[in-house]
């Protein structure tokens, strides 16, 4: 079964959300099974133009009817992509309203729903989140078995520094409330260049050195931590 990973990227430009997809690729050359949803409404990674994405009404794929993978873009044989925001048109709208009607005292589990059927196919499901849209960060939490953090290491420190402590306030508040206590931060990962086209830039080797360790270093936290938890499921409680 998939751990559930979401995964913040805090960058201010613009051009390195497209990492968000590197991530994914690095995954999947490794033999992972590896689901790329993208939770933002940033198409800079797209791996097909948007027109050629099938799209669907949220409620009906509640329903199943279509299941949700029949959304899904092949993109290698390891990794399949689907844009959240834009496949199902309706989904932030329903979230906003949902939040509206309950005032944030009931967990809004809607993703969390529309993944069940789907993770038993893939090893990670990778949730990218955009810091400003909450209402889908909150739901992919609420989703979710890990949480990590793309940092832009080049640019403002009191901007990184608060976006890290917002998204750490934000999991132990969801830990608490909805009692998910397999929800902790794995990783830290570096970005300072756009791998995907600042080949030639000079600080690119290092920079893709520092990337790539830290995202094998958040693949061995979440399997010691998913081996810990199928032997003692009380070793979840030691990770808040």
Known sequence: M?????????????????????????LAKKGFRVLHIDCSFETASLPTVMSELPRADVKEVRERN???????TRVTDQLDYFHFAYQLPRATETLQSMQRTIGGVTPIFLMEGLLEGVRMSYDYV????????????ENALLASDYVAMMLETA??????????????????????????????????IPQTVNFSTDRNDRSYPIAYEQFRDAVERMTETIKSRNMRYMLDP???????
Do not use: C, W
Not at 2 to 14: E, F, L, P, Y
Not at 66 to 72: C, I, R
């Open 66 to 72: 279509p299941e949700l993978s029949t959304l899904f």
């Open 126 to 137: 990778l949730l990218f989140v955009d810091p400003s849209e909450p209402v889908l960060m």
């Open 234 to 240: 009380k070793s979840a409680y030691r990770y808040m």
């Open 2 to 26: 998939a751990s559930v990973v979401t995964i913040q990227n805090a960058s201010k430009n613009g051009r390195l959300l497209d990492n968000s997809y590197t991530l994914s690729h690095l």
């Open 155 to 188: 640019s403002g420190s009191f901007y990184q520094t608060a976006h890290f402590k917002s998204l750490t306030a934000s999991v132990n508040e969801k830990r608490e409330r909805f009692n998910k206590h397999r929800l902790s931060t794995v990783a830290v």
